[in-house]
């Protein structure tokens, strides 16, 4: 086991990515902390974990808020004695044009995605310096790296999660605590591939349509980029567990993207076999949809 009895906390730990990353470190021997804002989404992970026969402790918490981070590290320290790797995974998105952005929607994302980083960062450092050593990984986004429209906001979060980072890493190099940052593209969280599906379609189609086309998304995000595939969280942990472990002690400072080539095209051209191939799915999508359209 790579993390055997290593000390782990994984803020957005109830869905997604950090499910993903906290049950493979789990696989992996770690002992975990999860925090999430829904109670209800980290008693699912941790009844999940605990059936892998791993220790997990769940704290609902806001990471943007000092007092329940500070509730969530003293919480890990009084079970688990220390801590060993820190994964700031908790993050929300805003796509809206930038003279469009409400105030309380720029705070929210300021407060979640770089503040809950900074204050993640700033209480688990003291506790790591006792170990003598640690691994912080930071989770940001293609869109941290090169832009698009309408995720002025987002990408301002994202990417200053990757410049934070490389200041972090030269910062803790002489206590031996490796700071990087992982930046995914596309991918498929899960969930009911039924939420893509128009509500004009009867019941009856809807579920032809879940049955032949499943989540729209897979379909279009696929082409964007060199692999013809959608990444799922499990991408991001395999890595994730590779930079908590001591194979990545060399490591430190690091944006590495996990998009199946995605940062690698020029304005986001696909290949044009994958292009005609995208064009030739949505066109039976869009027919079926026509074809099986009902009036609202």
Do not use: W
């Not at 329940?68 to 590290?73: G, I, P, S």
């Not at 039924?194 to 897979?218: M, T, V």
């Not at 567990?241 to 199946?260: H, K, N, P, W």
């Amino acid at each position: 086991m790579r993390l055997k009895d290593r000390v782990a906390l994984i803020t957005g730990g109830g869905q997604g990515i950090g499910r993903g990353i906290a049950v493979l470190f789990a696989q992996e021997g770690a002992k975990l902390a999860i925090a999430a804002r829904s109670a209800e989404k980290l008693e699912r992970v941790k009844e999940e974990i605990l059936a892998q026969g791993a220790e997990v402790l769940a704290v609902p918490t806001d990471v943007g808020v000092r007092a329940q981070m500070e509730n969530l590290f003293r919480a890990t320290r009084v079970r688990f004695g220390g801590l060993d790797i820190l994964v700031n995974n908790a993050g929300v998105g805003l796509g809206a044009p930038v003279d469009q952005v409400k105030d309380e929607d720029y705070d929210r994302l300021m407060n979640t995605n770089l503040r809950g980083m900074h204050l993640g960062c700033h209480l688990a450092v003291p506790m790591m310096r006792e170990r003598g050593k640690g691994s912080i990984i930071n989770i940001s986004s293609v869109h941290g790296v090169e832009g698009s429209p309408g995720n002025t906001v987002y990408a301002t979060t994202k990417g200053g999660i990757i410049g934070g980072t490389r200041a972090l890493a030269a910062e803790l190099a002489p206590d031996h605590i490796r700071v990087n940052v992982i930046s995914p593209g596309a991918i498929y969280l899960g969930g009911d591939p039924g939420h893509s599906a128009p509500a004009q379609l009867s019941p009856e189609a809807r579920q032809q349509y879940i049955d032949r086309f499943g989540n729209r998304s897979i379909i279009v995000h696929r082409y964007f980029q060199p692999l013809e595939m959608v990444g799922e969280p499990v991408d991001i942990a395999y890595l994730a567990v590779y930079l908590a472990s001591d194979e990545s002690r060399f490591v430190t400072g690091q944006e590495i993207t996990v998009d199946g080539g995605l940062t690698t095209y020029m304005a986001k051209t696909p290949r044009d076999d994958l292009r005609q191939k995208r064009d030739r799915d949505l066109a039976e999508l869009d027919a079926f949809l026509q074809a099986n359209r009902t009036e609202s």
